[in-house]
């Protein structure tokens, strides 16, 4: 009992050992490296996910999502009689030639980034907006500190001129001479040099000339959409109001016969006042028309919803 008690107060009274500048130099170094790490994570941008639209009560539901480049969008149809008709946007394409049935998906990929616009060809007032965000750029990589520079080796010694005596008894110290070096002779430049220098000093600089103020690329992007309104229908002719030169969108459905089917008719159209015939796409009848004006852009107007009735022209024969 004696010699356990004497072991446990000599080593209670035992000097601590002390860590050496080594180990907390590394503890330092893997510490700095887990905060750059962990710096880097958190800067990181959140990246977009895959989005589902619904299709439920005559509407897209939600309305207009994003999503990166490459991922896709899935439409769930919760009600029959619909159908996704892309029709605007680096691609166009449909989910179906007909319709699409209840309780049935559709799924894209989009793998081009930009804007897309889709309706329902059944129904005019159904339409979404797909926004595809281009593909994140590369991370900068991390700089690798430089080695330290190699020591410049030390020049040789210069051998000291020895003198000559020439013919006539008059002593001519040589030049130093370096052991292994070469003579360069330097050529002077030329009068001619010198004055076309003097005269172009721009090609003496090598300065560049700058880009004329106007041209297309000092001209800054417009965002803003065309507007468009409707100025009255008379004679089969449709008057619009544009703010700029557009390409004009124009669906349109017949009200008054059991069939339900969407037409579609582009054209394009001057600033001011455009007239539109529809007299040469439609029959005599009573029709929905929705028109929607597209800038060089790709800006979209507010969709122009109006109903019309087509009538039948007197021949001339008649008149």
């Known amino acids: 009992?004696?010699?356990?008690?004497?072991?446990?107060?000599?080593?209670?009274?035992?000097?601590?050992?002390?860590?050496?500048?080594?180990?907390?130099?590394?503890?330092?170094?893997?510490?700095?490296?887990?905060?750059?790490?962990?710096?880097?994570?958190?800067?990181?941008?959140?990246?977009?996910?895959?989005?589902?639209?619904g299709v439920n009560n005559d509407r897209f539901t939600p309305k207009s999502v994003t999503i990166d480049a490459g991922e896709s969008v899935t439409w769930a149809f919760g009600e029959g009689g619909h159908n996704v008709d892309v029709y605007d946007g680096p691609e166009t394409f449909k989910s179906t030639s007909g319709k699409n049935a209840n309780g049935t998906t559709f799924a894209h990929a989009f793998a081009k980034a930009g804007t897309y616009s889709y309706v329902c060809d059944y129904h005019g007032s159904m339409t979404g907006t797909v926004v595809v965000n281009a593909p994140a750029p590369a991370p900068a990589p991390v700089p690798v500190p430089n080695p330290a520079p190699a020591p410049k080796p030390t020049p040789a010694p210069t051998t000291a001129p020895k003198p000559v005596t020439s013919p006539t008894g008059i002593t001519q110290p040589l030049a130093a001479v370096t052991p292994g070096a070469k003579t360069v002779a330097t050529p002077a430049a030329s009068p001619a040099t010198a004055d076309a220098q003097a005269s172009d000093p721009a090609a003496a600089e090598g300065t560049a000339a700058a880009a004329p103020a106007g041209s297309p690329a000092a001209a800054a992007a417009d965002g803003a959409a065309p507007a468009l309104r409707a100025l009255g229908f008379r004679r089969n002719r449709l008057r619009l109001r544009l703010s700029e030169g557009s390409r004009l969108v124009v669906r349109f459905v017949r009200i008054d016969a059991g069939a339900h089917r969407v037409h579609k008719r582009i054209v394009r159209a001057r600033k001011r006042t455009a007239r539109l015939h529809i007299k040469r796409w439609m029959r005599a009848g009573r029709y929905r028309i929705t028109v929607v004006a597209y800038d060089a852009r790709g800006n979209m107007s507010k969709p122009l919803r109006l109903r019309v009735s087509v009538r039948r022209q007197p021949s001339r024969s008649a008149r």
């Open 1 to 53: 009992m004696g010699s356990a008690v004497f072991r446990m107060v000599k080593s209670a009274d035992s000097p601590l050992k002390t860590p050496s500048v080594a180990t907390t130099t590394a503890a330092m170094r893997t510490t700095a490296s887990i905060a750059v790490v962990g710096s880097l994570l958190l800067a990181a941008p959140a990246a977009a996910a895959p989005a589902t639209v």
